[in-house]
């Protein structure tokens, strides 16, 4: 479901906060439902996918989307097949 138009694009306020500081470490960021503004182009981010933090740097292409549409958080099917069902054993005597 996308944001209604009449509202503006929602943003973090740790996104903006963390520009001021010189240097080019990455900055963490746990919100997953903000979007990657201007302000934001060859900045690198690690974002925070539940488990570790996945590093995502910020070019042209990806302005206008969340952050969390680029680290996956659920990893289905991984191991589900891998596990062997124990038989049931039917001894009667």
Do not use: A
Not at 12 to 28: A, Q, T, Y
Not at 34 to 53: A, E, M, Q, V
């Amino acid at each position: 479901m996308n944001r209604s138009s009449w509202k503006s694009p929602y943003v973090n306020s740790s996104f903006f906060r963390l520009f001021k500081r010189s240097g080019e470490k990455p900055i963490n960021v746990w919100e997953r439902g903000s979007l990657f503004l201007y302000p934001h182009l060859n900045k690198t981010f690690k974002i925070y996918n539940g488990r570790k933090f996945v590093s995502v740097q910020v070019k042209k292409s990806l302005l206008g989307y969340y952050s969390g549409d680029f680290c996956m958080s659920k990893f289905l099917g991984r191991k589900i097949h891998l596990r062997k069902k124990k038989k049931k054993s039917n001894t009667k005597k």
